[in-house]
């Protein structure tokens, strides 16, 4: 692309950059204007130069991504954001910098401010995130060929190179090859506690080469060698690390260089000094219009460039192809499952819900062509893959099938950076012990509503002689505890259909799938429309007459439930029995119509879990049997019959309790 105003408006650019972020973190009382002065150069030359956007059409499938990883530096990306012109970012924006309401909060977030591609601040996930959005470009190209063709620039720190999942990210994508991958690194040594030398040795440019990247090293204030190196990155199949050394805090005559300047207002006195050692004589919040010129020049290419790709869309034979991958239409996928389950309520199969879930995924695959799994090396015991699918390579991006290797956590932020890109639904497999893992960004998924589905198996004691490492004590109530995310643990096959069904068609809520190693019965054998796992909990049988006791029950212990539902019986005590596979969607549902469920006599809650979380379904008085602590190494009914997790102490429970 190279196309540019003339080089010496470029620092003038740079400058404002600079300008607006020590008057906004001045004006807030807080921010972080070290890293956005030091990397203005980089920025400036970047979206000069090189970067395809549109800000009138901020959606738009081939811009290109700018991940600005290091999220503190949020007030660089709204200055270019207000120097565009997105009709979000005035200047009263800029002005009202960390303050409620506006569309510039301390660190990007993802759905609040237009032209935001992903929310960051934990450091490394920008990085890893970018990741995904780079191979869902390659994958989107090896599809729809050149209708999808950009690169991925991220703007990374010091800090986003320290945290391990960085380790997991890069090397993932030295491995697929991921060429459009352009990473930025501020290479300015500097942290919170001072010199980066105070925690770490480590070579990263050594560390990005052995990982198969391209590495090139730059002055980060030098116009010519960033605009140099760029333009070689963008032209080697690899993915690249553009070292650029900077000055953090760049034009701050006494603070540049140092610590202080990276998390505090430089001080009236220091902006002051600040404008006259970099030439900028202008009142705060004063733009020249020369630079909005300027800067609007980029994004008039932009929209030139966006019009010219509309029109080659509308005549490309890929136009419907793109536009449903792009929609994420589910509805083949409903029809398909109402058939399914007739099939499944008619052979009542006993199999594991990890098996089930893989009975669906036969299923589900066909029906939506966006949908693309994976596993962090368990695909055979997630069972995440079916015929249908094939592994995608780095020689041939038209699968649906990636192997993630051991990198729980870099999975789950590639499959978020997978679900920002727009033309796939991912899902990702793992036990639930090593939700842990993921959980950084699980997070994300759930706070940038990304609907990613993570399948997460071996829910429990149940998973037997691998022991306490291996078993999810406290993970339930730990992921039931994040904000919109929906939890389900299905007990059998009909209901690990209808999560899967649920899970697809999500636009704004990632799923966790708790998913089972044991087999369990099929309690659900007469067919309705409905899917009632979607009300999250519902009456699986309910008596014929008053109810003395509801037991509520969670996947495998359904089986549980049902068998001291029918011991019970033969003591002439009634007992309702609540399947509960999603508290999330039980909690959405009306007063009236959650009490018509659990009803008013004693409750028994029975999850091999902490009781932690269950006080959506159960009283202070009501009665849990669960798991207390951690688990132990033994056969699966070693364990249940060890820690009490019975039919027979249900039995005994509830004639206590009634």
Not at 281 to 304: E, L, N
Not at 367 to 384: E, H, I, R
Not at 397 to 404: A, L
Request: charged fraction near 20%.
């Amino acid at each position: 692309m190279n196309t540019q105003i003339p080089l010496a408006d470029e620092r003038t650019m740079a400058n404002a950059i600079r300008a607006l972020t020590m008057d906004a973190v001045q004006a807030a009382g807080s921010g972080h204007p070290g890293m956005p002065m030091g990397m203005a150069d980089v920025a400036t030359v970047l979206f000069n130069r090189f970067m395809k956007i549109d800000p009138q059409a901020p959606g738009w499938i081939d811009r290109d991504r700018f991940v600005l990883s290091a999220g503190h530096g949020s007030m660089l990306l709204y200055a270019v954001h207000h120097l565009l012109g997105y009709d979000d970012m005035e200047m009263d924006q800029l002005r009202a910098f960390r303050q409620l309401g506006s569309t510039t909060p301390g660190h990007p977030e993802y759905g609040h401010t237009k032209g935001v591609e992903m929310t960051t601040g934990p450091l490394g996930q920008g990085i890893a995130t970018a990741v995904g959005m780079a191979l869902g470009e390659r994958m989107g190209a090896a599809h729809f060929g050149d209708l999808i063709d950009h690169f991925t620039y991220v703007l990374a720190g010091d800090g986003c190179l320290m945290e391990g999942i960085s380790h997991e990210a890069i090397d993932f994508a030295g491995h697929m090859e991921l060429g459009r991958l352009i990473v930025l690194w501020d290479d300015n040594r500097i942290t919170i506690d001072g010199a980066t030398d105070l925690a770490t040795s480590t070579d990263q440019e050594a560390r990005f080469a052995a990982a198969g990247w391209q590495v090139l090293g730059i002055d980060g204030h030098d116009t010519d060698q960033i605009a140099a190196a760029i333009e070689e990155a963008r032209t080697d199949p690899r993915p690249s690390l553009i070292a650029c050394r900077t000055v953090i805090g760049y034009g701050a005559p006494s603070k540049q260089g140092s610590h202080a300047v990276h998390g505090a207002p430089l001080g009236d006195a220091e902006i002051t000094a600040a404008r006259v050692h970099l030439g900028w004589p202008h009142a705060p919040f004063d733009i020249p219009q020369d630079v909005y010129s300027a800067w609007g020049r980029i994004a008039a290419r932009g929209a030139k460039t966006r019009i010219e790709w509309e029109a080659r869309l509308a005549n490309s034979p890929e136009r419907d192809a793109l536009n449903a991958a792009m929609s994420h239409d589910c509805r083949p996928l409903h029809a398909d499952m109402a058939t399914y389950k007739q099939q499944l309520c008619a052979q009542a199969p006993k199999v594991a819900t990890r098996k089930a879930s893989e009975m669906a995924l036969a299923v589900a695959v066909p029906a939506v062509p966006f949908c693309v799994g994976g596993s962090a090396d368990l695909t055979g015991s997630n069972l995440t893959h079916t015929a249908a699918m094939q592994t995608v390579t780095k020689d041939d991006y038209t699968g649906s099938y990636i192997h993630y290797g051991i990198r729980e956590h870099g999975m789950a932020a590639i499959m978020n950076g997978l679900s920002l890109h727009g033309l796939t639904r991912p899902y990702g497999g793992t036990f639930l012990a090593f939700a842990d893992y993921c959980r950084p960004a699980t997070r994300l998924s759930a706070l940038m509503g990304q609907p990613v589905t993570y399948v997460m198996t071996h829910d429990s004691i149940g998973l037997g002689e691998d022991g306490p490492t291996h078993q999810p004590i406290e993970h339930l109530a730990s992921l039931r505890a994040m904000p919109n995310l929906d939890v389900i643990r299905p007990a059998d096959a009909v209901e690990t259909a209808e999560a899967w069904e649920l899970a697809l068609a999500s636009t704004t809520t990632p799923t966790v799938l708790a998913l089972s190693r044991q087999e369990v019965p099929c309690y659900r054998t007469t067919y309705g429309t409905e899917n009632l796992t979607a009300r999250g909990a519902y009456l699986l049988h309910t008596p014929s007459g008053p109810r003395d006791v509801t037991l509520i029950a969670t996947g495998t212990e359904v089986e549980i439930a049902m068998t001291a539902m029918e011991l019970l019986a033969a003591d002439g005590i009634s007992a309702a029995v609540v399947s509960a596979p999603c508290f999330e969607r039980f909690a959405a549902q009306p007063p009236a119509a959650r009490e018509a469920v659990l009803g008013t006599p004693a409750r028994i809650g029975i999850e091999a879990a902490i009781r932690q979380g269950w006080d959506l379904m159960l009283r202070p008085t009501d009665g849990f049997i669960g798991m207390t602590g951690f688990g132990a190494s033994a056969p699966a009914p070693s364990l249940y019959s060890h820690f009490g997790i019975t039919a027979q102490a249900v039995v005994e429970k509830s004639k206590n309790m009634i």
